[in-house]
């Protein structure tokens, strides 16, 4: 099956930790994206990576870090500078050329 | 700045009823504008698009319109059923990014 797979789907963190969540895709698209979703919120954009080893901030940046060492793998580590991530993590991804952004099913983060 | 305007919030239908959801952009650039319906605890999922150079796009039960002069897009769902009842995201593109609009919690009623 072709597709956008996040791991875990949920994930528990201390105060103070970093957690790094997946993203992983074999839809061959270059450009992939990560959003955080709060409770009757939109999506907004943390970074977002147009080709291998290169990215740029989002809109919410702060806090968060990422790496495109692959085609395939977008992880988005979430440091303990961010001072509120509890939240829904949402990656997505589009082929080069195109507009249309496909969704990975989600991590939620929960901080303890 | 860029803002997409989206309502209603929430929205309650009987089942066979239709729904519509309104959306309104601000940046005259933006050229694309797909709607996407998110169930609960699940990532969002591609239902219709559109693009700026068609006023109009059916697929089965789900439309979408648009007016470019007036910066709005709207969504139709006819002869709703209770699986259709999720939220519903609008967003329009003018570059890369995605403006998402706040969304809409639709409620299919039996």
């Known amino acids: 099956d072709g597709g956008i797979t996040q791991s875990p789907k949920y994930l528990f963190r201390k105060e103070g930790q970093n957690v790094t969540l997946s993203c992983e895709q074999n839809l061959n698209h270059d450009a992939m994206y990560w959003y955080r979703q709060d409770p009757g919120q939109g999506l907004r954009l943390i970074y977002y990576?147009?080709?291998?080893?290169?990215?740029q901030k989002g809109d919410i940046a702060e806090g968060y870090s990422v790496s495109r060492e692959k085609k395939e793998s977008f992880p988005l580590t979430v440091t303990s500078a961010q001072k509120n991530p509890t939240a829904f993590y949402l990656c997505?991804?589009?082929?080069?050329?195109?507009?249309?952004?496909?969704f990975g099913p989600g991590t939620r983060l929960t901080v303890l | 700045g860029e803002n997409v305007e989206q309502h209603p919030s929430t929205l309650s239908v009987q089942e066979g009823d239709s729904a519509v959801i309104k959306c309104t952009y601000s940046d005259s650039a933006s050229n694309y504008f797909p709607w996407y319906k998110q169930e609960l605890g699940k990532g969002p999922q591609l239902i219709i698009d559109?693009?700026?150079?068609?006023g109009e796009k059916k697929d089965q039960r789900i439309a979408v319109t648009l007016n470019k002069t007036a910066k709005h897009f709207s969504l139709h769902i006819t002869e709703t059923q209770p699986e259709d009842s999720a939220v519903y995201f609008c967003?329009?593109?003018?570059?890369?990014?995605?403006?998402f609009g706040t969304g809409t919690r639709l409620k299919v009623l039996a």
């Open positions: 967003a329009a593109i003018p570059t890369y990014k995605y403006i």
């Open positions: 997505a991804s589009n082929a080069g050329g195109s507009d249309t952004q496909y």
């Open positions: 990576s147009q080709i291998v080893n290169d990215f």
């Open positions: 559109i693009r700026s150079n068609v």
